[in-house]
């Protein structure tokens, strides 16, 4: 069966921005395809405060993107309510321990951080943060904190890092059909779902 492999980031601001778009993909999918979320990592652990310069590039991206897909709406009250830091691995393991929790949990818990970061103002570079979130999601915050800490979930992290790396990608969201073990590059648009349907051959 062909896998469309969705390489994205839980704080990737242009993955936050197509998201009603992959909702709109993955809804119009067949059967006969099946999908796969990869994490592609932005940016390792660190606890070092965000440097001005790149607050400010980051919040020009955020303006950038309000003006290809209007409709995202973005918080800047983060910038004041936090020390920012360049830092999504966090994010990233905790997608993977909620996901360790049952497969139904990874999208609730893609959608609970970018809510919380890019509308709620909230900082999911915290790991009190996160399992803030994996409460409000209903999960077991005990087996979902020693699961995101664990060296398990790292290695899974690093394995995804990995598949991304394989499969050539190099910004995110990135979508790659694998099909007979070959894999090619899938264009989309942030606005339109059907650029991507249409390159898959799905008719609608």
């Known amino acids: 069966m062909p896998t469309l492999i969705y390489v994205h980031d839980p704080m990737c601001s242009w993955c936050y921005a197509f998201a009603p778009t992959w909702r709109g993909i993955e809804t119009a999918l067949p059967g006969s395809i099946s999908v796969e979320r990869v994490l592609g990592g932005l940016a390792p652990d660190s606890d070092r405060p965000m440097p001005p ?3 400010a590039h980051i919040q020009s991206t955020w303006r950038r993107i309000q003006t290809v ?39 609730p818990m893609i959608e609970k951080i970018q809510t919380a970061y890019y509308r709620e103002a909230r900082n999911p570079s915290d790991i009190g943060t996160l399992c803030a979130l994996a409460q409000e999601l209903g999960l077991d915050a005990q087996a979902f904190r020693e699961y995101m800490l664990s060296e398990a979930c790292q290695l899974m992290l690093e394995g995804d890092l990995r598949r991304a790396w394989e499969l050539g990608v190099t910004g995110m969201p990135s979508l790659v059909l694998e099909s007979n073990g070959r894999h090619a590059r899938v264009p989309h648009d942030y606005a339109e779902p059907l650029v991507t349907l249409r390159a898959l051959g799905v008719r609608q």
């Not at 691995?89 to 049952?102: D, E, F, I, N």
């Open 53 to 55: 310069d790149m607050q």
């Open 69 to 107: 897909v209007p409709d995202t709406e973005f918080n800047f009250e983060f910038w004041a309510r936090n020390v920012p830091r360049r830092s999504t691995y966090p994010a990233c393991r905790a997608v993977l321990a909620a996901k360790s929790l049952g497969p139904q949990h990874e999208r």
